[in-house]
């Protein structure tokens, strides 16, 4: 449940842990016990977040807009530009690295 701000008119803010699903409902002072709307006077808490949720998030934001790459090399297992890609004797085709088995496209 997320913490909501609350304006007494008699008392002042107060700070309330609520259901999302009664955001919009006013919530009783803790002092005097009259109904107080919400009210928006601080950010949103996400600086409280551990700090491994929070690294996860930051790696999430920035694999959806620019995704990480492994290696400079932009080109296929079968561009003949990388050294690891030798050619088959006898074939027409290459086989990358050490397994024979995987032919290239």
Not at 31 to 40: K, M, W, Y
Not at 73 to 102: D, E
Request: include cysteine.
């Amino acid at each position: 449940m997320p913490l909501y701000d609350y304006a007494c008119a008699n008392c002042g803010v107060f700070t309330a842990l609520r259901p999302m699903a009664e955001y919009l409902e006013p919530n009783d002072c803790p002092s005097c016990g009259t109904p107080a709307p919400r009210v928006i006077v601080t950010a949103p808490r996400l600086g409280n977040m551990d700090t491994g949720r929070r690294a996860a998030f930051a790696t999430n934001e920035r694999a959806a807009h620019a995704p990480a790459r492994s290696s400079t090399h932009v080109h296929g297992p079968s561009c003949g530009c990388s050294t690891n890609n030798r050619q088959a004797t006898g074939a027409a085709k290459t086989f990358p690295g050490t397994r024979p088995w995987m032919l290239s496209h």
